[in-house]
């Protein structure tokens, strides 16, 4: 498959609580004036169980553009999303992939397919990674929420691989890290940690903010920071250091509010852009240009 052929899977038309998600897509902002990164998003995945709800790479790229979001991480976190990403990333300017197997992916090929298969996995996945449109090797880490303790062994085996990719290839490591931060810290530390650390999708406290930024990795937030309950991802964005702070969707999911439920697309960070300048104190266009030049210190320019 390639990405003019279509989305690689839909997201589900309704929530975990079983009422129907509005599936309108939210109208564009007002613009950025200074552009940004979108420094995570799934562009393989689409909206509605027909991929109706897809916008496909032309218009996301389109769309974000036209919003001041003028570049787009890929991210491929199993074998056909990842294959589907480096595709992506040779074929269109403005993105570039990162590949992974997702912390809850590699416990499901062990289950379903055995040993051998997931280290075939791993080993696609180095091959990708290499790959010159490849600038980071994520999304990888621990999941605690879906992955329960019979699969945490290999969730820690699968991240141990995937942080020495990062250092034999010299390119960031992207981390989902969701109701384990304390094991993904433990985990980081004792392997040593690449050169270019992102936690994505950040989801800890101001104290954890400080810790991991003193170590100098970087926090990318996603329109979680906007919602209502979000005080500790609000203060965790005035806790750290504007050169240590990125900017991302992780569409389709974590669309921003006011349009919390709604399809998520790359042209909506200005939403998070903004709340992210008012927690940190600063004017927007400052916070615009510290994501600007902070994205390309991890992912190089392109």
């Known amino acids: 498959m390639t990405p003019t052929d279509g989305p690689v899977r839909t997201r589900a038309t309704t929530q975990e609580s079983g009422h129907s998600r509005e599936l309108r897509r939210p109208p564009l902002p007002e613009p950025l004036r200074t552009p940004v990164v979108d420094t995570h998003c799934h562009l393989d995945i689409a909206d509605g169980d027909d991929g109706a709800e897809w916008l496909g790479v032309e218009d996301a790229v389109a769309r974000a553009t036209a919003a001041g979001v003028t570049r787009i991480v890929q991210v491929g976190c199993d074998l056909p999303s990842a294959r589907w990403s480096v595709v992506a990333a040779a074929e269109h300017p403005a993105l570039v992939a990162t590949v992974a197997l997702h912390p809850n992916e ?10 051998a298969a997931l280290d075939a996995a791993y080993a696609e996945i180095a091959e990708l990674a290499a790959l ?4 980071g090797v994520g999304e990888t880490g621990l999941d605690f929420f879906r992955t329960g303790e019979d699969g945490r062994g290999v969730q820690e085996e699968s ?18 890290d969701r109701d384990a931060h304390a094991d993904v810290i433990r985990v980081l530390e004792s392997e040593g940690a690449p050169e270019r650390v992102v936690f994505h999708c950040y989801s800890g406290d101001a104290d954890m903010a400080r810790y991991c930024t003193d170590r100098g990795w970087y926090l990318s937030f996603a329109g979680t920071v906007t919602f209502k309950n979000a005080t500790a991802l ?17 569409a389709p999911y974590l669309t921003p509010t006011p349009y919390r439920g709604r399809p998520n697309a790359s042209y909506l960070v200005p939403l998070t852009v ?17 994501l600007w030049a902070n994205a390309q210190r991890v992912f190089g320019a392109w």
């Open 106 to 115: 590699a416990p499901r090929i062990l289950e379903r397919e055995g040993r």
């Open 132 to 135: 010159p449109q490849v600038r």
């Open 159 to 176: 991240f141990r691989r995937h942080i020495a990719l990062a250092k034999e290839l010299g390119k960031a490591l992207v981390i989902h």
């Open 234 to 250: 609000r203060e965790s964005v005035a806790a750290a250091p504007l050169d240590r702070v990125l900017v991302e969707t992780d």
């Open 274 to 290: 903004r709340v992210m300048a008012e927690s940190a104190g600063v004017d927007e266009d400052v916070m615009a240009a510290a």
